[in-house]
Nanobody
Framework: QERLVESGGGLVQPGGSLRLSCAAS????????MGWYRQAPGKQREQVAV???????NYADSVKGRFTISRDNAKNTVNLQMNSLKPEDTAVYYC????????????WGQGTQVTVSS
């Protein structure tokens, strides 16, 4: 079983930007479609963005045009650039495979908290 470790969250004002990173262990990271997910208090976890092995991307309507997902297979990382942040983007952000929790990335990581507030 391999691990995913998210980082880069924090407190930002509305309209601000953050860049999240996810570091993956293992030697087969490049063969997986990867995604960023988020869970706000009292809400279900939702998929935010997906990137295929070839670099094609897809976004939830709520973040389209503001967020950009990217990956670096040489470094086993997947990133999420978040611009024009809104209070409703406040959540814990996680990375995983897409669909989520595919072997060997069976478990969610600890996530990274993003808080958008003035």
């Amino acid at each position: 079983q391999e691990r995913l470790v998210e980082s880069g969250g924090g407190l930002v004002q509305p309209g601000g930007s953050l860049r999240l990173s996810c570091a993956a262990s293992g030697s087969r990271f490049s063969i997986y479609v990867m995604g960023w997910y988020r869970q706000a208090p009292g809400k279900q976890r939702e998929q935010v963005a997906v990137i295929t092995t070839g670099g094609s991307t897809n976004y939830a309507d709520s973040v389209k045009g503001r967020f950009t997902i990217s990956r670096d297979n040489a470094k086993n990382t997947v990133n999420l650039q978040m611009n024009s942040l809104k209070p409703e983007d406040t959540a814990v952000y996680y990375c995983s495979t897409a669909p989520p929790r595919l072997y060997p990335y069976n478990d969610w990581g600890q996530g990274t908290q993003v808080t958008v507030s003035s």
